[in-house]
């Protein structure tokens, strides 16, 4: 019965089918079958945010969602969404904010930060809190984490204004 | 750590489901979000010999109105009720407990009859469906049944789903005018499980409580409903003396149970404050219009 299911999964945008165990995670899959090991694995039960990646758009958790589930879905790494240049403005924040140290939660931390920026763009200091009380960092306090995504979201803001006066 | 061995199906009939239930019984598991399912599975508390994800049945999800019932399809996710107009408009009380569940990428993906089904005793959507005395829709090979949510909640993680049954959908009558609600929730960080909360709702017209509902969660193995507090702010004017009188009632009332964290009379202190705030709460906003 525990027979490995044929699986398509579009990945950064590149379709990939395998023959996946039940019990694999997606967030295993992609990184021990595709080698893509940007995303981390933290806890594997949901709490530490390391493993956030996109499925369909939105954010989950990698170590919540097993790899037969993406079955026919879109799958968005950070490495797609580094190579993309989607990410660039945050990452660039991240970095001149001192927004990470030892970098582990980093990755899970910019899926989260880019889901408010796509998705909240008027955010408040607080609703960024809110929006990453997700994801765990060990090293920085968060306030840099906060500061960059708040840098970014006022960046933002000013273009959509000049958009509007142009 | 992994998940032990399992396999898995993905029925397209509820028929499918009652069949593959039959046929393993208490080894088969019904995946809808997995949100606490999964995790469950890492920790290897439970090993399924399969897991029947029921996310693609038609006719389980959505949110529709039909006279004055609301149904949310169990498949309905924690994000769809949160960008629900139908919610916040005729149940603001269930739409001010979304957002103190879990987290974004959680709520991308949780269901509400997944948190109904698995009945966790610091989960928000059991004390409001108590709260706002909801009704369950249960489907099982022999065909459908429904259970009052005041009935369905029997201790931790314990319901009154029997064996080859599935949750369908809950349904809640519409709020009648004049009533106003507030979910308010202490957890030691945004998202996480609750230490105590509560849930309610009452008649707020002519300046005086009636018709209370109070819905704790944290408080005991399942939502306790305060009854005897909610007799006792029955035609009771607003004011500090009100609230005074519902948290002596609410003392001789609930007994929580201590947790990892808090003892049962720091629970039950925390449980008085936020009755304090929720009356005050519902007062300002029946002022407020």
Known sequence: ?166 | MKAPAFAYARPASLGEVFTLLAQHGDGARLLAGGQSLLATLNLRLSAPDILIDITGLPGMAGITIEKDTLRIGALATHRELEHSHAISHHLPLLAQAVPHVAHIAIRNVGTFGGSIAMADPAAEYPAVCVALDAQFVIAGAKGERRVAAREFFKGMYETALRPGEVLVAGEFRIRPEGYRSAFIELARRHGDYAIVGLAAQANCSDGKYSDVSLAFLGAGGEPVLARATAAALEGKAFGADTIALAQAALAKELDPPADLYSSSATKLHLARVITGRALATLATLAAAT
């Open chain 1, 1 to 166: 019965m525990n027979h490995d299911i044929e699986t398509t999964i579009t990945v950064n945008g590149k379709p990939v089918t395998r023959r996946i165990a039940p019990r694999t995670h997606l967030i295993d899959f992609l990184r021990d079958e595709l080698g893509l090991t940007g995303s981390h694995i933290g806890c594997e039960h949901g709490v530490c945010g390391a493993c956030t990646i996109r499925l369909d758009d939105k954010i989950v958790r990698g170590c919540l969602t097993l790899a037969v589930q993406a079955n026919g879905r879109r799958v968005d790494t950070i490495e797609g969404l580094s190579d993309s240049g989607e990410l660039a403005a945050i990452q660039k924040a991240f970095h001149e904010r001192n927004a990470l140290q030892c970098g582990f939660c980093t990755p899970g931390m910019l899926m989260a930060a880019q889901d408010l920026l796509l998705h909240k763009p008027d955010a408040t200091r607080e609703e960024i809190r809110e929006h990453i009380s997700g994801n765990y960092c060990r090293c920085t306090g968060y306030q840099a984490i906060v500061d960059a995504i708040e840098i970014v979201l006022t960046q933002n803001r000013a273009g959509r204004k000049s958009q509007v006066t142009a």
